[in-house]
């Protein structure tokens, strides 16, 4: 009788293991089911250029990644990098990325008489060795405010278009996502030249450092990812 109790209760715990296993298979079938996505015609057209088993030299995935942008609007370019391990890896100064966040300004007469009138309206303020001179009386308006042209941060300088250029350039921080090794930033426009694209990539690779990168993928904001080569 003890037996017959004992092949009824095996019984009935491995019909209750089955029902859990079952259950937990459908979840997990209901799960990837809505993880799958369906990509239109256009997406598929765009990724059919693309070899996925290859890695493309730079310039070659960049004509690629324009060639697959499938936004209507200007584009972003995306980087998304492997690395050996999860951090923070500094900041960069991308040589051809913009920012619209400050606004450099060159001394000039009609500017200094703004100042001298309390209008500041800039970020940075250029001036040249021969213009300086006009400033210094207005040292304690802008001196409080960090906005006294200086040598040290490139804002007194005999070239101040180039420095306009070089300060008008955005820093960005270069760091992992928290819990995975994984960089993504965004390194220019679509419609950006292919050089200047190249430019700010090969920054990149050289800030994180090829021998850290296990994989490099670019991408538009709306298209297929393509593997880039790293030398």
Excluded at 20 to 25: A, D, Q, R, T, V
Excluded at 134 to 147: E, S, W
Excluded at 191 to 213: F, G
Aim: glycine share 4%.
């Amino acid at each position: 009788m003890a037996k017959v109790k004992t092949k009824i209760t095996t019984k009935v715990k491995k019909n209750k293991l089955t029902e859990e296993k079952e259950k937990i298979e459908k979840k997990e079938a209901t799960e990837t089911k809505k993880k799958v996505r369906g990509r239109s015609k256009k997406y598929c057209y765009a990724k059919a250029k693309i070899d996925l088993s290859k890695f493309y030299p730079l310039k070659k995935a960049i004509e690629l990644v324009k060639e697959t942008s499938l936004s209507k609007f200007t584009g972003k370019v995306e980087v998304h990098i492997n690395t050996l391990e999860i951090g923070n890896y500094g900041e960069i100064t991308f040589p051809y990325l913009a920012t619209t966040q400050k606004k450099i300004v060159i001394l000039n007469d009609t500017l200094l008489d703004e100042i001298k009138n309390g209008q500041i309206n800039f970020d940075i303020l250029i001036a040249t060795p021969a213009t300086m001179p006009k400033l210094l009386p207005l040292a304690k308006i802008l001196g409080p405010k960090g906005l006294m042209p200086n040598p040290k941060n490139g804002t007194l300088t005999d070239k101040p278009e180039e420095a306009v250029k070089k300060l008008a350039t955005a820093k960005t921080p270069i760091k992992t996502e928290k819990k995975a090794p994984i960089i993504h930033i965004i390194v220019g426009k679509v419609s950006q030249p292919t050089e200047e694209l190249a430019a700010n990539i090969s920054e990149l690779i050289k800030v994180v450092k090829p021998s850290k990168i296990k994989k490099l993928v670019l991408c538009a904001t709306m298209g297929p990812a393509i593997k880039v080569e790293i030398k």
